[in-house]
C-alpha cells in the first residue's frame, strides 16, 4: 500500500505545467497579476506590467492587436511592441499572459474609429477612453 501512495505522489509531481505558446519576446508565466489588480494600479504614467487575463478580441485584419475581458468595463487594448509580431486572429476567450507597459489614456478620434472598424463595431466616443498595454511579449495558454 506504501508503495501504491508513493507512486501515486510521483505521479502527482510530475504531471505536465500549464502549456502556453508563445508570440514576441520569450517572456514566463510566473509572477503575472490578474486583470482586477492590475486595473487598480494602472495610471496615467506608463509602468510595466505582466498580467495574466482572458482574450474578449483580436484584430480579425492581421491579428496586430487585441483586448482583455475585465469585471470592471475598462477597455484595455493590447498591442504589439514595435509592431513586431502579431498573434492568431481565432484564439478570443484563450487564457493570456501579456508583458510589457501600460497606461490610461484618451485616444486620438481617429485612431479609436480605425480599432472599432478593425473589429467590426460601429464608433463609440466612449471607447476613446482606454488602457493601452503594449506588449513585448504574449503567452497564449494552449488547450
Not at 482583455?68 to 486572429?89: E, H, M
Request: hydrophobic share 40%; with cysteine; aromatic share 10%.
Amino acid at each position: 500500500m506504501r508503495y501504491l501512495v508513493l507512486a501515486l505522489i510521483a505521479f502527482a509531481c510530475s504531471a505536465p505545467a500549464e502549456k502556453f505558446g508563445g508570440h514576441g519576446e520569450e517572456i514566463t508565466y510566473e509572477s503575472a497579476i490578474s486583470m482586477n489588480e492590475f486595473l487598480t494600479q494602472v495610471n496615467d504614467k506608463e509602468k510595466k506590467f505582466k498580467v495574466r487575463g482572458i482574450i474578449e478580441e483580436v484584430c480579425q485584419m492581421k491579428g496586430c492587436w487585441m483586448t482583455l475581458r475585465n469585471d470592471q468595463g475598462a477597455n484595455v487594448r493590447v498591442t504589439f511592441k514595435d509592431y513586431g509580431f502579431f498573434v492568431p486572429k481565432d484564439i478570443s476567450g484563450s487564457e493570456v499572459i501579456i508583458e510589457g507597459v501600460a497606461i490610461k489614456e484618451i485616444l486620438d478620434e481617429d485612431v479609436a474609429r480605425h480599432y472599432a472598424e478593425d473589429g467590426g463595431k460601429e464608433y463609440d466616443e466612449s471607447m476613446r477612453n482606454t488602457i493601452s498595454f503594449v506588449a513585448h511579449g504574449v503567452l497564449v495558454k494552449e488547450g
